[in-house]
């Protein structure tokens, strides 16, 4: 999954400020678990504390009881990435996008291959859509297809 190739570029910074030792894959538990804590310390750079911000807010936000082991954060993490590509945004601009909103870096080789993958898990849905005679679901989804395509 495209959440496992995120890695937070200023990992060291918190470190520094926070005295912990953090993964800097973003989706790691450890990781996130950090992002709260490290928020509210004035210590840390400004841009960086907004960029943990930006995740807490965007990914890590779900009511459920696992939070944030319920596997929410990774989906929302693919979910926005899909929604970038939907926008016009190329692999390129979807990885500096990401990169300056969250301080996430993703190589855009990984996220042209993801959104290629996604592209054919939505054929599959098309198609068992159209065998089960959900023509609103087919619709729907040729045209998640021809956003992401395009």
């Known amino acids: ?12 910074k918190i470190e520094r400020v926070t005295g912990l030792r953090l993964p800097d894959r973003v989706f790691n538990t450890a990781f996130l678990e950090a992002v709260a804590p490290a928020m509210g310390n004035r210590s840390l750079d400004a841009h960086v504390r907004e960029q943990l911000l930006n995740i807490h807010r965007d990914f890590l936000a779900c009511a459920c009881r696992d939070n944030p082991n319920c596997g929410c954060p990774e989906r929302k993490f693919a979910k926005t990435i899909v929604e970038y590509r939907e926008t016009g945004l190329d692999h390129r601009q979807i990885s500096e996008t990401i990169l300056e909103e969250y301080g996430i870096e993703v190589f855009p080789a990984d996220i042209l ?12 849905i098309r198609e ?6 959900r023509t609103d679901l087919m619709k729907e989804t040729d045209r998640h297809i021809k956003n992401v395509e395009r």
């Open 113 to 124: 291959s993801f959104l290629e993958e996604s592209v054919h898990v939505l054929e599959v």
């Open 128 to 133: 068992v859509a159209r065998i089960e005679g």
């Open 1 to 12: 999954m495209i959440a496992d190739r995120a890695r937070f570029r200023s990992s060291r």
